[in-house]
Structures are given as structure tokens and as C-alpha cells.
Nanobody, 116 residues
Framework: QVQLVESGGGLVQAGESLRLSCVASGTIFSINAMNWYRQAPGKQRELVATLTNGGSTNYADSVKCRFTVSGNGAGNTVYLQMNSLKPEDTGVYYC??????????WGPGTQVTVSS
């Protein structure tokens, strides 16, 4: 099993930055990819960014050139650097780990609120 804990959320003004962290514990050697999702009020959860254990990254079109996903090299922490934040970036941000044999684990989420 893998346990995930997100941190770094908060209230910021439009144009400011935040860095989210997700720390994984447990059988982290089984992790193939780490993902950041977000869910705005009344909307479906959407994929924001992915970091594979090979170092490949992928981003939603809405955050390209503003958000950067990275890892700490040890495979147990993933970051989401969010720059030029917009009110539409508001939501609960979740970390998800994709493991071998199609197993997935989610963190409890961290709230990000961007005021205009």
C-alpha cells in the first residue's frame, strides 16, 4: 500500500504562486507515476499534471507553461509549482499514485483558493 499526504495549499491572489507537495510512504518502489488532479466546486475531478518514474511529464492544456511537476529524485515526493495562478485554478488538489498491477491511491487533498 501507499499513503499520500498533500500540503502547500492556501489562499492567494491572482498572479501569485504556490507550491504543492505530496509525500508518499509505503511501497513506493511500486509507483509508476504520480499525478496531480483538482476538483472545483460543482465540477468533475480533472487531471492537471503527471510525472512518470522515467521522468516524463504531461500537463492539462489549461496549466501548460504555468505549472511544473517535479520529483525529489528519491521517488517519494512530488511537487506542483503553480505560477500565474488564476481564479479558475481554485479547487481541491489531489495527489494520485499509479502503481503496478493497476493499483491507485489518492491523498486527502489540499485546498487552493485564488482570489481575483
Amino acid at each position: 500500500q501507499v499513503q499520500l499526504v498533500e500540503s502547500g495549499g492556501g489562499l492567494v491572489q491572482a498572479g501569485e504562486s504556490l507550491r504543492l507537495s505530496c509525500v508518499a510512504s509505503g511501497t513506493i518502489f511500486s509507483i509508476n507515476a504520480m499525478n496531480w488532479y483538482r476538483q472545483a466546486p460543482g465540477k468533475q475531478r480533472e487531471l492537471v499534471a503527471t510525472l512518470t518514474n522515467g521522468g516524463s511529464t504531461n500537463y492539462a492544456d489549461s496549466v501548460k507553461c504555468r505549472f511544473t511537476v517535479s520529483g525529489n529524485g528519491a521517488g517519494n515526493t512530488v511537487y506542483l509549482q503553480m505560477n500565474s495562478l488564476k481564479p479558475e485554478d481554485t479547487g481541491v488538489y489531489y495527489c494520485k499514485a499509479d502503481l503496478t498491477r493497476a493499483r491507485t491511491y489518492w491523498g486527502p487533498g489540499t485546498q487552493v483558493t485564488v482570489s481575483s
